[in-house]
């Protein structure tokens, strides 16, 4: 095992150095809605050292196979994109899944980062992984101080292990590795599986396919009045690869938006940028989730970034993206 060598970052914000434009940087999950927005952003910033593997050429739950690639690549930065996700349902319903893939993934990539002296990583944690009733808005010194939400409590408790693993090897080695807390995220190449989506897409899709078909309502899950808060895929990117550059510390970092809106006034503005006009039905047979996951945002705008791109303008993007690519997108 090669010893650790520490970060060469020099002390305050405004002097540490950005990652070099021909360091070698590995994102995990490329293919995923935030690794190809990470992906997309590092190549507009002129990186030009970027490193990928599909899951079929590399599966990431092997841990040898995750070793001999970071032993052979030696990538210098690790966005750690790679994940099993998906909605409220599908967290509720593969619950042993979202536990086990998203636990071993984490854990082969991050001793494999400290094993082969990454220079630095950033594992991706969720604003859903906060204790289900914690105050409002959510500060990152919320986590692990209540019970978790019950219909995603596997995948939180493999996150939350994630950032304590990052935690533990600066403590025990020194690694520079740091975790953010995004919250609910929509744009390119979201998944629109009406089963395992996420809200905003899955209501692309519903408002799309009513529109089109005539039909005069469309049903919304659960009671409409749990509120949630949407970040742009491309926003959280530039959000990442700018922590990168300018954040070398042992805290979570929230990154969002600040805002949230309820799930009917979200249906609401969805429905008028699709351009549907029949009404809303909420079948309450299916689960809220939290009440509100609303992100304390104050230490990410102290750090000196801000989101662009307001939910309106977003969801017209994201609904863009969905007709280009609704026949290959919308599994069946
Ligand atoms: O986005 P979503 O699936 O996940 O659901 P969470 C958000 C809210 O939207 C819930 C309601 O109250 C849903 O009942 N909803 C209404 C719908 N209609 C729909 C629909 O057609 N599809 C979906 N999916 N929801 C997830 C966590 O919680 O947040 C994940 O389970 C992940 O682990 C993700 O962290 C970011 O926001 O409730």
């Given amino acids: 095992v090669l010893t650790w060598a520490k970060p060469a970052r020099s002390g305050t914000k405004g002097t540490t150095y950005s990652m070099e434009k021909d360091a070698k940087i590995y994102i995990a999950g490329h293919r995923g809605m935030v690794g190809g927005a990470i ?15 599909t899951s079929k050429d590399l599966d990431l739950r092997n841990q040898q196979a995750v070793a001999d690639f970071f032993d052979k690549e030696r990538p210098a930065y690790v966005f750690l994109a790679a994940a099993k996700v998906g909605g409220i349902l599908a967290n509720n319903t ?11 993934i984490e854990a082969n990539i991050i001793e494999a980062a400290r094993r082969y002296s990454t220079t630095k990583l950033m594992f991706l944690g969720s604003s859903c992984i906060y204790p289900k009733l914690a105050p409002q808005p959510l500060k990152e010194s919320y986590l692990l101080t209540g019970p978790l939400e019950e219909t995603n409590e596997p995948y939180a408790i493999a996150k939350i292990a994630g950032i304590k693993l990052c935690e533990a090897y600066r403590d025990q080695y020194g690694c520079n590795f740091i975790s953010v807390m995004p919250t609910n995220l929509y ?3 979201d998944n629109y599986d009406l089963q395992k989506s996420h809200v905003l897409p ?20 659960g009671t409409g009045t749990p509120k949630r808060e949407f970040l742009y895929a491309d926003d959280l990117a530039e959000a990442c690869v700018f922590l990168m550059n300018e954040y070398d510390g042992k805290e979570l970092v929230n990154v969002g938006t600040g805002e949230d809106l309820s799930i009917k006034e979200l249906a609401e503005l969805v429905a008028k ?5 029949g009404a809303l039905t909420f079948d309450t047979t299916k689960p809220d989730g939290t009440p509100r996951k609303l992100m304390d945002v104050s230490k990410l705008h102290a750090l000196g970034w801000r989101h662009q791109v307001e939910l309106p303008e977003g969801i017209r993007l994201s609904y863009e993206d969905f007709l280009q690519h609704k026949d290959n997108t919308v599994k069946a």
Avoid: S
């Avoid at 992906?39 to 593997?53: A, F, P, S």
């Avoid at 899955?202 to 899950?221: N, P, S």
């Avoid at 940028?273 to 006009?277: A, L, Y």
């Fill in 39 to 53: 992906l997309r952003h590092l190549q507009t910033q002129g990186y030009k050292n970027l490193l990928t593997r």
């Fill in 94 to 104: 593969y619950r042993g899944e979202f536990l086990y893939d998203n636990l071993i």
């Fill in 187 to 189: 744009g390119k190449g």
């Fill in 202 to 221: 899955a209501l692309i899709r519903k408002f799309h396919e009513a529109k089109v078909k005539g039909d005069k309502e469309v049903v919304i899950w």
């Fill in 273 to 277: 940028v699709v351009g549907f006009e």
